[in-house]
């Protein structure tokens, strides 16, 4: 007679190609000993999702998605007895990466250049399920007090973190953020943190200026009308930005970020565009007006840093929609639409993932 399989069964949202997310069962396995067991409780959907869904990110077929993750410890390998080591009971956030160790960059300290990094959510199972398994070193503990849907907010903090830092913002320096969705108002929270002063907004959807106003913006535009665009110059006395975001993506905003770029002014290119959108760029105007072009990539060593910023960022401004798992292609429709200010997955229900009551 088999021996039954006593093992707990739980539910995921898996990614079998483009179009194709289905909400699948299977037995836990055990955990190695340097790992944890997380009951998801929020889980942010963001771009990257849709892309993966629509088939213009690459992801590994068969994966749990769900990058932007919360969650409560409900197991610890027996190798976990770190100080710092996350404990049952912890509300933990997931810095949701795992790095070959072995090539250049790694060994160079700049692991989120690994040539063969793999993402949670991606190429390793998200945290869009009733269970996620990680190394715990990669589970941060948040205080207990801390809103779960908040907390799964920190890993796009922690790469807004790693953006500022590329950005070189300085207090009293004026700042133009280019999109105004989670990730910009995140941008603009951290640059009236660091005394950005005036920091201008834009972006084409009223309700997303709305957002960067509440966030920190002095001034929030519509970045396609030629008179508001104009207001956003003088503000800087008509020399331009000395720090200018594109957090949407886009060939068309980068090359509106470099118009408006003052002389000796940086540009940074955060938001995640497609690999075959090309912008054009006159070689001249960046020899002659002396311009620094930057990327950011994730959150290399800012996931502590992250979760330290929390409670300074006001991020419970947001305005939020809660879906189950069984819920998935309404929350993906939501996420597109924009209706609210972030959307997410709630394995757990609505207010085991902080939503008030209504």
């Not at 809103?147 to 950005?167: F, K, M, Q, T």
């Not at 800012?302 to 300074?312: E, I, K, N």
């Amino acid at each position: 007679m088999p021996i039954p399989d006593t093992r707990v069964r739980t539910r995921s949202l898996r990614f079998h190609g483009p179009g194709d997310v289905r909400l699948d069962e299977a037995a836990e396995r055990a955990l190695a000993p340097d790992e944890v067991r997380i009951r998801p409780l929020a889980v942010g959907v963001c771009g990257t999702d849709a892309h993966i869904v629509a088939g213009s990110f690459a992801a590994e077929p068969g994966v749990v998605l769900g990058h932007e993750v919360c969650g409560r410890v409900v197991e610890i390998g027996a190798g976990v007895d770190n100080a710092n080591a996350p404990r049952v009971g912890d509300l933990v956030t997931v810095e949701p990466h795992r790095y070959c160790t072995a090539c250049t960059w790694c060994r160079a300290g700049q692991e989120h250049l690994c040539a063969g990094k793999r993402g949670y959510g991606v190429r390793l199972d998200g945290g869009m399920a009733e269970s996620m398994v990680v190394p715990a070193r990669i589970a941060y503990v948040l205080p207990p007090d801390t809103i779960p849907w908040v907390g799964a907010l920190c890993e796009p903090v922690a790469c807004c973190v790693h953006a500022v830092d590329r950005l070189g913002i300085v207090a009293g320096e004026a700042l133009l953020v280019l999109g105004s969705g989670p990730a910009g108002a995140v941008l603009t929270a951290l640059g009236r943190l660091l005394g950005a002063t005036p920091i201008v907004a834009a972006d084409t959807r009223e309700g997303r200026r709305d957002l960067a106003l509440r966030m920190g913006a002095d001034v929030a535009i519509d970045p396609r009308d030629p008179d508001q665009v104009r207001e956003a110059i003088d503000l800087t006395g008509g020399e331009g930005y000395p720090a200018v975001v594109d957090a949407v993506g886009s060939s068309a905003v980068l090359e509106q970020a470099i118009t408006l770029a003052r002389r000796g002014g940086r540009v940074l290119e955060f938001g995640v565009a497609s690999p075959d959108d090309i912008a054009a760029v006159r070689p001249h105007d960046l020899f002659s007006r002396e311009l620094t072009l930057l990327g950011s990539v994730i959150n290399p060593w800012t996931h502590q840093r992250a979760v330290a910023l929390l409670p300074r960022l006001g991020l419970d401004r947001l305005t939020t929609a809660f879906y189950g798992l069984h819920e998935f292609d309404e929350a993906l429709a939501a996420q597109r639409r924009g209706d609210v200010d972030k959307v997410f997955v709630a394995p757990a229900g609505a207010a085991a993932a902080g939503e008030p009551d209504r």
